[in-house]
């Protein structure tokens, strides 16, 4: 059963570099066609597909969000991290890392982490 825990600051400030991890147990990122995403819901709205990387280390981000995003792999660690640039108090939310068979797909998430942006 694979589990995936998020992990990172939960305050940042804006302009900051908000940088978020997500380590995989009980299966490893590099498994046949699974994609590693990530996911967020800001208070009061629907969850947003922020991007994913995949089994091979190909990158996919949304073309909706309105700051680059970067996602990238530690597979000896069997992690993945979001790292986004120049956080504004509107990247507040639940952050969650999910893993899918398949682009889009997300069958297994973490439990999420709340980050709060202040001005």
């Known amino acids: 059963q694979v589990q995936l825990q998020e992990s990172g600051p939960g305050l940042s400030k804006s302009s900051q570099t908000l940088s978020l991890t997500c380590t995989v147990s009980?299966?490893?990122?590099?498994?046949?066609?699974?994609?590693w995403s990530w996911i967020r819901q800001p208070p009061g709205q629907g969850l947003e597909w922020m991007g994913a990387?995949?089994?091979?280390?190909?990158?996919y981000y949304s073309p909706s969000l309105k700051r680059p995003a970067s996602i990238s792999r530690d597979t000896s660690k069997n992690q993945f991290t979001l790292q986004l640039n120049s956080v504004s108090p509107e990247d507040t939310a639940v952050y969650y890392c999910?893993?899918?068979?398949?682009?889009?797909?997300?069958?297994?998430w973490g439990q999420g982490t709340q980050v709060t942006v202040s001005s």
């Open positions: 999910a893993r899918g068979y398949g682009l889009g797909y997300f069958g297994s």
């Open positions: 009980g299966g490893s990122i590099t498994t046949n066609m699974y994609y």
């Open positions: 990387i995949s089994y091979s280390g190909y990158t």
